[in-house]
């Protein structure tokens, strides 16, 4: 796979993966449980962890492919030109938020460098990245599908 | 109700009459009303857009994503539609019976109604065509059968009610069988009415014999087991809903690669992506309304409005009625699962404090906001197989209005019915 494809294609790659460690995490907690004395404690924490970026880099794919659930109903009714132009306003809106967003959950992020998450230990800066990461994608993502926005 | 801040829910109805997408706008009603809010940090914002990620029942949620998606490409839905066949299938319009059967027998190993509606679309609808039948009856059937599949457990409306609702999902996940059933009779009932005057012809003359029968559901038989595990293993606090997911996911793997032998590693990227795109879609939205909960509780508007319907009724029956009809209407308009998380931590409050079984409520809420996928204007399940069949939404509309009827029917019946719900947890698990 050449760099621009894994590129183009990042979000699924790193979501994917972090969908399987989730699976496994939650398995090898089951399975500590009934064949180990000692269940696997951090195996919940792994997998919430794996979720969150699963959830918020899995969002920018979506983004990507214009997937996010809205309501289109009202805006169906005014003629094309109307119709366009409250297309890209509603995606001005959306970037913006996810832009703001972005910055909130990233000083968040490093807000809490000092604090540790309950079973490994880890600075929970690694949890509030997921979505200080996910938010700064889907901005750009939607960014990148403002032209086609537009010309729709 | 002095010092009530209402503006973010206007902003938040503004902004999906605008057609932002519903996470983004509740996102936005949020942060604007963080900001506004004097002596809220807006930390809590990016705080509360987390939090639901750290929910173990909601893990539920990729897990019967990604096993319904293993499980289309693994032989399993194959050889489960060779069973419905061989059961139905010589019945009148036996087709189409067929793909009700098969979206029940599905409800016991996959949880997402659009992923079913999809599935079926590709793999029945152009046969259906084929062989006759309308194409409008066709997307028709195809999309509402998908809407059993969700209610027979596994279901992720039931998985999310359950984390919005603070409620078992293993007794939501019994309290489906009975309901997914009737609905799935309802439908049957049906489409045997119209094939009957409309003369679309069985599959065969006469049922398919025992042996033929017999080697179809020994065929079937690694899938069949699902739902009994799942349910066994929740049942006997073996494993959670949750664990289940996951062992199903792996379950269906072990039978893909080793027993059926097709599914391919490079299957694997794909099926991920899928889920993935399904996952987040729905999470995102979860993750939103946590911060948008935030304001909502922080304004008390809940309980609030649990106190003000109380006021107004004393009657469960007459506010399930008015629920019922309320998301009837807001199915039509907004998907279902967005609906669902918009409306629940409104709704359940009203309902536990006029003493209605918050099991039952929430398959009354979930089979509604299911049925609300097929119907117009807008319907996820309808779009769906209505684009892969190129049929017309009035066309559908008027052919699938006798399906959509026998399951507001089945509907009607559970809801003053709570017993139908309540029965098999309350006799499996205890009164809860």
Partial sequence: MTLRRALAQAEEIVAGAALVVVVLAVCWGVITRYVTAQPAAWAGEVASLAFAWCVFVGAAAVAKRGGHVSIDMLTAAFPGPVQRVIRLGAGAVAIGFCAVAAVLAFRFSLANIDNPSAVLRLPLTVLYFAPATGFALMALRLAQAMPRVGAR | ?432
């Fill in chain 2, 1 to 432: 109700m002095s010092g009530l801040t209402l503006w973010p829910i206007w902003v938040l109805l503004g902004l999906f009459a605008l057609n932002v997408p519903v996470a983004f706008a509740m996102g936005i009603a949020a942060l604007a009303f963080f900001v506004s809010a004097e002596g809220l940090p807006l930390e809590i914002f990016a705080q509360r857009i987390v939090a639901a990620t750290d929910s173990f029942p909601l893990l539920a949620v990729p897990f019967f994503i990604l096993a319904g998606a293993i499980m289309n490409r693994a032989g399993i839905t194959r050889r489960l539609m060779t069973l419905a066949d061989a059961l139905v299938g010589h019945m009148v319009g036996g087709l189409a019976q067929a793909n009700i059967v098969l979206a029940s027998l599905m409800g016991g190993l996959s949880a997402s109604a659009n992923a079913e509606a999809a599935m079926q679309a590709k793999m029945l609808g152009p046969e259906m065509i084929r062989r006759g039948y309308a194409p409008g009856f066709s997307a028709a059937v195809i999309a509402c059968a998908a809407v059993i599949t969700p209610i027979i457990p596994p279901g992720i409306g039931l998985v999310i009610y359950g984390f919005l609702a603070d409620v078992s999902v293993g007794r939501l996940f019994l309290g489906g069988i009975v309901p997914g059933l009737l609905v799935a009779a309802a439908l049957m009932t049906a489409t045997w009415a119209v094939a009957r005057q409309r003369g679309f012809l069985a599959v065969r003359e006469r049922f398919v014999g025992a042996p033929a029968l017999g080697a179809a559901l020994r065929e079937a038989a690694w899938a069949l087991t699902i739902p009994v595990y799942i349910l066994v293993g929740i049942r006997y606090g073996i494993f959670t809903p949750t664990e289940a997911g996951a062992m199903t996911v792996v379950y269906a793997l072990l039978v893909g690669f080793l027993a059926h032998r097709e599914l391919r590693l490079a299957d694997l990227p794909e099926i991920l992506t899928e889920s993935v795109l399904a996952t987040a879609t729905v999470m995102l939205i979860i993750c939103a309304a946590g911060s948008f909960g935030f304001y909502m509780a922080w304004e008390r508007i809940p309980p609030r409005l649990a106190a003000a319907l109380a006021a107004a009724t004393a009657d469960p029956l007459l506010l399930l009625l008015f629920v019922n009809l309320l998301l009837l209407l807001v199915g039509m308009l907004i998907e279902g699962t967005a609906a669902l998380i918009l409306l629940a931590p409104i709704l359940v409050p009203v309902a536990v404090r006029l003493g209605i079984d918050p099991v039952h409520f929430g398959l009354v809420m979930v089979i509604n906001l299911t049925i609300g996928g097929v119907t117009p204007p807008v319907g996820t399940m309808m779009f769906t197989a209505c684009s892969i069949l190129d049929v017309k939404l009035t066309r559908f509309t008027i052919e699938g209005a006798p399906l959509v009827l026998a399951m507001v029917g089945a509907l009607a019946l559970v809801t003053l019915n709570p017993q139908l719900v309540t029965f098999v947890p309350n006799a499996l698990m205890g009164p809860g």
